[in-house]
């Protein structure tokens, strides 16, 4: 591994820029909202086109996004490509609601949706896992039954496209669904073809890549091999992927889709750690020197099988059906044991579709469906060995294991073109058992269970522009992690799993309005795109870390307020600007917690008012990209990506910076064709081109080391990286 040093400088914006920005955002949207009204009461001034982009997530079948009263974006290949390929934060830094921060320029991101995800507790912050967002893989849920979800087998340079509900989508998804990521893997095409990339990068990055696809009768068989390697800038922080995915994509009748997919990875990262303030500013590039000596690591091997049906028996019934299986072992150096993970994760789901028209003007689609995941497994704690490999004495041996069942209801109804009503309710509980084979009487079982309702409402005044607001509820259960009692501390020998813990609840009330706008002779605006949306959400029995995080109980109540905006434009001569930025403001309501004062009877640390960890209240990306009209495809981009400061802690005396980053890509749009059968996709890209010393991500709640608090993770310097690809065949679809 090869460790570079470079010369960096802190970046921190005024507090004044957040409020600047806010107040030319919240105006721009007013002003987007006047035009609409004007453009479509004047027909012979512009065209206005029908929103095209369909969603399979948000309902849980096709429907356009602009009919759906939700916050919905969707990612096609022109965001997908030409970049690193590793981190979700690559492509998910353009949707306006969703925070990724990778933690050391791989796979391991952080992601937040509307501050679902936020929490956690220093080293209980689990890495290379997620929590409070669903995400799905070709619909099959990566997310385990405990709502967390590792990100061992998403390679975002085989994505064709990504679908994200932020709005609360518990009503359909049930657990962990303050937000819904749904990667679309398998890809589409007329003819075989085959492609191999090379891709090349600071800090020791290689990635090859081969994708090839055949047709089998009305049949489509895709395959993708992939292998990743980064050395890292920082010490221990090395990493290296590798990737198999196996698509069979089907239509055995007119009305029948068919889809089998596999896919498998072995997955190894090191895992730096976080830095103190002084140690950020002297040494970004060191590992923490307790990851350090420990090695600490992650290692996982794991696979995945699932087959999903979808079948119309005619126009007005339908049904799907998926079934999935995932084997995984997983090895783990982790805070001083090394930890053995034997799992299977199992489940599946149906939903019936009953669609009918009540009337000349009203249509009705009636779904109704099961869902269903259990995960089980055993795990081994062993002491680490001088060498940080497993040791030979077992410290733990236990059997973990989670159930998550849902049903539900949906009812969508159409009012002539212009008006719809989505009603929708689902029953979710979740149940957590454990067994011990060292102590049994810490055998012991909790459940957790909460009805989630949903009511939408969806106006388009014309096709391509709707005004839509909706009020559900949530739910999300603790962690596995979270569930731990306070016998970490030799005070509780009576539960394995805290009996103070209870679902998380919260109620969303959201406004917003969507509008894709095309002038008809315009010299300079060729199109418009806008969505807007405006929240609150509402959250009682939210988890609080209980001493820095060694056990959680149920005590607080949070609100949340926000404002997200994302437009896109596109003008003459090849130039195109594409804006996304959010506002949120997120508060404890009610919040006392006594282990400030630990050994102190009576004395309470009150934070009420006191804002939420882990989110800043302002984060955008603003995108300008230029196509020379001459020069077929090509194309240059320079974005500026930034997130405004927050704090780490729940008292609020430990912040983390505000910081701004430019990126530039320069590349080819669309494949550029050598010869009939022979096509060349390439560009090169700088990352972090201002090379400015900013921290990626943090810690949330640290830990205190001698009174310092250790939580910030350095983002890498300026890097580059170059990438081209070969395509033999017919050009894909």
């Not at 206005?48 to 096709?62: D, G, I, K, S, W």
């Not at 085989?158 to 049930?174: C, D, T």
């Not at 969508?412 to 060292?438: A, C, P």
């Amino acid at each position: 591994m090869n460790f570079k040093r470079g010369d960096n400088t802190m970046c921190i914006a005024k507090r004044g820029w957040k409020n600047f920005v806010l107040a030319i955002v919240s105006g721009a949207a007013v002003t987007l909202a006047a035009q609409s009204e004007q453009t479509n009461t004047n027909a012979a001034d512009s065209t206005v086109y029908e929103f095209e982009q369909v969603t399979v997530t948000a309902l849980r079948y096709p429907e356009q996004a602009i009919n759906v009263p939700l916050a919905i974006s969707v990612l096609g290949p022109e965001r997908l490509q030409n970049t690193r390929g590793y981190g979700l934060e690559e492509a998910l830094k353009f949707v306006p609601g969703v925070l990724t921060q990778s933690r050391a320029g791989n796979q391991d991101v952080r992601i937040t949706i509307r501050g679902f995800g936020a929490r956690g507790a220093g080293d209980r912050s689990n890495a290379g896992t997620s929590r409070g967002i669903r995400i799905l893989l070709d619909g099959s849920p990566q997310t385990e039954p405990d709502g967390r979800t590792a990100f061992d087998l998403i390679d975002l340079s085989l994505a064709q496209r990504i679908e994200v509900i932020r709005s609360n989508a518990s009503a359909v998804w049930g657990n962990a669904s303050g937000g819904v990521i749904n990667i679309i893997s398998a890809p589409t095409f007329e003819a075989a073809f085959v492609s191999p990339q090379v891709l090349s990068g600071s800090f020791g990055l290689q990635k090859y890549t081969l994708q090839t696809g055949v047709r089998l009768g009305e049949a489509r068989l895709a395959l993708a091999l992939s292998n990743t390697s980064f050395d890292g800038w920082r010490q221990n922080s090395a990493s290296e992927r590798t990737l198999m995915n196996i698509s069979l994509l089907s239509h055995p009748g007119e009305h029948t889709k068919f889809g089998v997919y596999l896919v498998g990875a072995k997955n190894k990262f090191l895992i730096p750690g976080p830095l103190s303030q002084a140690q950020f500013e002297t040494g970004p590039q060191q590992a923490n020197a307790t990851y350090l000596q420990r090695s600490e690591r992650r290692y996982n091997r794991l696979g995945r099988i699932s087959a999903a049906l979808n079948h119309d028996l005619n126009d007005t019934h339908g049904f799907s059906a998926l079934a999935f299986v995932e084997p995984k072992y997983l090895q783990r150096s982790e805070r001083g044991t090394f930890r053995d993970f034997n799992r299977y994760h199992v489940g599946g789901n149906m939903a019936y579709r009953f669609h009918q028209n009540l009337s000349a003007a009203v249509q009705s689609t009636l779904q109704f469906g099961v869902d269903e995941a259990y995960q089980d497994g055993a795990i081994l704690f062993y002491n680490l060995s001088s060498t940080n490999e497993r040791g030979e004495v077992l410290q733990q041996n236990k059997r973990e294991g989670a159930n998550t069942f849902g049903m539900f209801v949906q009812e969508e109804l159409s009012f002539g073109k212009r008006v719809s009503l989505l009603l929708g309710t689902r029953y979710s509980d979740v149940r957590y058992h454990t067994q011990d084979f060292i102590n049994t009487a810490l055998n012991s079982e909790k459940s957790f269970a909460r009805w989630t309702p949903k009511f939408g409402l969806n106006y388009r005044p014309s096709p391509a522009h709707s005004f839509y607001a909706n009020v559900g509820g949530g739910i999300e259960v603790p962690a596995g992690n979270e569930t731990d009692p306070a016998s970490t501390f030799g005070q509780d020998k009576v539960y394995a799993i805290n009996p103070l813990l209870d679902p998380i609840q919260s109620s969303t009330l959201e406004i917003g309005a969507k509008q894709v706008i095309v002038p008809a002779g315009a010299a300079v605006l060729r199109s418009l795109s806008y969505e807007v949306a405006a929240y609150r959400i509402n959250i009682k029995n939210d988890i609080i870390p209980y001493r820095g995080g060694r056990f959680y109980f149920t005590a607080g109540q949070t609100q949340r307020r926000g404002l997200e905006v994302g437009a896109k434009t596109e003008f003459a001569f090849g130039v195109a600007l594409q804006a996304a930025f959010s506002y949120a403001s997120s508060k404890y309501v009610e919040y006392k917690v006594d282990s400030v004062h630990y050994g102190s009877a009576g004395k309470f640390a009150d934070y009420n008012n006191n804002k939420v960890a882990g989110m800043p209240e302002v984060f955008y990306n603003l995108a300008l990209r230029f196509e020379p009209p001459k020069l077929a495809s090509l194309y240059a981009e320079i974005n500026l990506q930034g997130i405004g400061e927050y704090f780490v802690d729940d008292a609020n005396r430990i912040n983390v910076p505000s910081y701004n980053v430019i990126n530039l890509t320069v590349g080819l749009r669309q494949p550029l064709q050598l010869t009939e059968g022979l096509s060349v996709h390439a560009f090169f890209g700088v990352n972090n081109l201002n090379d400015k010393k900013y921290a990626a991500s943090a810690f949330v709640n640290p830990d205190m080391v001698n009174g310092v608090p250790i939580f910030l993770e350095p983002g890498l310097p300026r890097n580059y990286v170059i990438g081209v690809s070969f395509t033999g065949g017919k050009p894909r679809i």
